[in-house]
DNA sequence: GAATCGTGTCGAACCGGTTCGACGGTGCAC
DNA sequence: GTGCACCGTCGAACCGGTTCGACACGATTC
């Protein structure tokens, strides 16, 4: 493999002026350039990543740590790491991937040997423990979910407590009085799934204020488990006109669990959910949604990741916690109440 | 951030006798040994990858070429990805990750500035552009996908063949005489999605041995296009009393097909789908299936790809081409053909 | 015609590891 | 008591880039 020394002794220049003459950080002249142009052509020439990261102590590499466990949803989680590996790619960074239970170590690793100039954390948690650690880190770092502890590091979620209120209005609009509210299962709160409770929360404050009754329960988050939860809470709520979905796998598993009821969004049942465009696509979902934005997400966290990295934000620049509005995508699964 | 040369100085040694303590390439008094351990305690010393990697000339990084293009079927990716993931890190590997949709490029970059030691192309197609690529690289490669050209890289897929012949005979077995496979969208085939007609021909010529109907088509990959479709092929097919899904989409969407055609499997119609428990289980599909074996074959790719970077493989080890056989996994989709 | 300046190039040092060859010291054999 | 082997450590070189300071040379200025 051909080094800069090749393209030097080629080019008939010195290893510095090849180097010069390829960064443009120095004065060259055109006679040069273009000799050292051609060497690079003639060989094949491409820097090796490891001397170059050696020297300049950048690597052109983002750490994306995205943990697959067991009680999430994978096909959620995809969108937002595709989110995140676009955008970097455009912007001319590499992703080093870790799909490690242990978040913790991968960060470390990553980190501490400095293969990467910045790390993107997804679904973080309430108390993340993965956060101490990252905050120790020379590297700066982005997340996508919202800590209790927003400290030294760029934060972005969706703002899920307007999106409980936004899903309790519509329908207290269209004259609901009863809904019903799935989530997660309780033991992602458990692990500090903040977003659970925050919009459940969120909900929960808007019903009351607006008079009306709202059903808070979990849910799995696996099938088969989930579409049984769908079941009971049907048949434990049957006074329920309004079903609201804060869960990929329920979401998921609607269409059937209606279809074995015999029922029909909206006639007998309005709905809404919350998730993507592209997984109601994927999923066939024919539910109103709240747009939970991952591929936005995946693409603010890396943009001002990369700007941070650049030293384009100032070195004191204050971290910024940044919302994304929610939306409610209109699938026409919600009308007026049954009976009315 | 500390360094070899702090921890040599800690612990009152020179750098190379504090490397070979860590290392154990050569014989090291336990005083010595002792304190550099300490001392590597006290600095929290970690090594540079990039400084280490332009010494060994070994990353420890593995790259990963997963392209997630328009008409494939995302979440069915996933699963391949996180095989590859997870093996690579069994074995003390990271995973740089492209997912552009230009692949060359990306594949380009990895390998000729050392960013990896091996690479992993999943999806691939039969004429890969990516493959002469690969070949003039200086790092091993292993595919998932059977290429028409295999010299030079480990290649790992199911056998799609098998499973074409597998799905005709299980139905014949029960007693059906007529059949519709639904394959990918003809666009896959013509890029080069081998998988596709491989297990669609050797259907073909299962059923012609047995004499019975097989009507082949192509469905789309994304809905609302992939339910449309399937409407319109069980419309042209009304005597089929089988259907054969090799098409991850198309699945997906059978329940709401089927539920919007007043259809249950197995009374009115058997399905034999061709996916992985682990997707079954997603997207909650009832159908007895072919298990594809995704996280098993990533297993294996990565498996054989580091033997070969580790030069457990003897430097000229023949490549090699391996194929899993299907397996049938039974969900009880499957019964005499209606009116039997 | 000498002093000054700017341009373009070079040599050397550095980033942080690994590894080779050399070498001093100890223990053993003869 | 000399010779030899082996053990443990060190210095130096190397991997392949980047960057700093020095300097030669031609153009400008007075």
Chains 1, 2 share one sequence.
């Not at 002794?9 to 960064?23: D, F, I, N, P």
């Not at 650690?133 to 997340?143: K, M, S, Y």
Request: net charge negative; glycine share 8%; hydrophobic share 40%.
């Amino acid at each position: 493999m051909a080094t800069i020394g090749d393209v030097a002794r080629v080019a008939g220049v010195s290893r510095s002026t090849a180097s010069y003459a390829l960064s443009g950080k120095r004065t060259i002249s055109v006679d040069v350039r273009r000799r050292v142009e051609a060497a690079v052509r003639e060989l094949g020439y491409t820097p090796n990543a490891g001397a170059r990261a050696l020297a300049t102590a950048q690597t052109r590499v983002i750490g994306l740590l995205a943990q697959f466990l067991e009680d999430e949803f994978a096909p959620a989680m995809l969108q937002y790491m595709l989110g995140v590996s676009n955008t970097a790619r455009e912007l001319g960074y590499d992703i080093l991937l870790s799909t490690e239970a242990d978040g913790r170590n991968a960060l470390r690793r990553m980190t501490d040997s400095r293969m990467v100039d910045g790390i993107v954390l997804l679904n973080v948690a309430e108390h993340d423990d993965r956060l101490p650690i990252l905050r120790e880190a020379p590297q700066p770092g982005a997340l996508v979910g919202l800590p209790a502890d927003c400290t030294g590091v760029d934060v972005f979620d969706l703002d899920f407590e307007d999106a409980g209120r936004l899903m309790v209005d519509h329908l207290h609009r269209l004259g609901h009085r009863e809904l019903l509210l799935v989530s997660q299962p309780e033991h992602v709160v458990e692990r500090g799934g903040a977003y659970v409770w925050r919009l459940q929360n969120a909900a929960i404050e808007a019903a009351r204020t607006r008079g009306i009754t709202l059903h808070a329960e979990f849910g799995s988050s696996h099938q088969p488990e989930v579409g049984r939860d769908l079941h009971r809470l049907l048949d434990a709520y049957p006074g329920a006109t309004g079903l609201l979905v804060n869960n990929e796998a329920a979401a998921a598993a609607l269409p059937t669990v209606l279809h074995d009821r015999r029922l029909t969004a909206p006639a007998d049942l309005s709905v809404v959910g919350r998730y993507s465009d592209e997984f109601a696509r994927t999923f066939s979902l024919p539910y109103s949604s709240i747009e939970s934005a991952p591929d936005r997400l995946g693409r603010m966290a890396v943009r001002e990741l990369v700007r941070r990295i650049e030293g384009q934000a100032g070195p004191d620049e204050p971290h910024v916690v940044r919302f994304v509005s929610p939306e409610l995508v209109d699938r026409g699964s919600t009308a007026l109440p049954r009976g009315d």
